[in-house]
């Protein structure tokens, strides 16, 4: 859904600039519960306030929430199918490639210097290869991001 929010809201539409976009999505990770309606909640927030936000969780989250119910009322009786076997069979690579799409296309625009990269390396590092859980990771990289950045933002505001 993020990569879809992403193209949609920056790219086609124009709506909200890439870095903002990073950082609604930096925030959306941090809040309780799934990402991608996290992630439209503010946005729709950012663009028309609570209204927006509003609807744009229902348009997140209601189109899931009716196919999943659809599909739970006949899963049981078709799960054993060897179509629908086959079927999540060539659906799971293809989660990866969008995950990792995202990851690319977020890459871009959150890594533009070597301090990001040097975050984003531990951070992977962390998680992937030690095994930290992702929340003191976050709560880290935040650390991290404001010891690495703060000047570069007071020279940012001092700008303006």
């Known amino acids: 859904m993020v990569p879809l929010i992403q193209k949609e809201v920056v790219d086609e539409k124009g709506w909200i600039e890439a870095e903002d976009f990073i950082d609604i999505l930096a925030l959306a990770q941090t809040a309780p519960g799934p990402v991608a309606a996290n992630t439209s909640v503010f946005v729709g927030y950012k663009l028309v306030g609570v209204p927006g936000a509003v609807w744009a969780l229902a348009g ?38 969008l995950v990792a799409s995202a ?3 977020i890459g871009k625009t959150a890594l533009h210097d070597i301090k990001g990269v040097v975050i984003c390396v531990l951070a992977f590092l962390a998680v992937a290869i ?29 700008s303006q």
């Open 60 to 97: 997140t989250v209601l189109p899931s929430f009716i196919v999943i119910l659809v599909i739970a009322m006949y899963f049981a009786r078709i799960a054993d199918s060897a179509v629908i076997k086959a079927a999540f069979s060539g659906i799971r690579p293809a989660v990866v490639a």
């Open 130 to 158: 030690i095994g930290i859980h992702p929340i003191p990771v976050i709560i880290g990289s935040g650390i991290l991001g404001y010891v690495f950045f703060k000047d570069d933002e007071a020279a940012v505001l001092k």
């Open 103 to 105: 990851a690319i296309n």
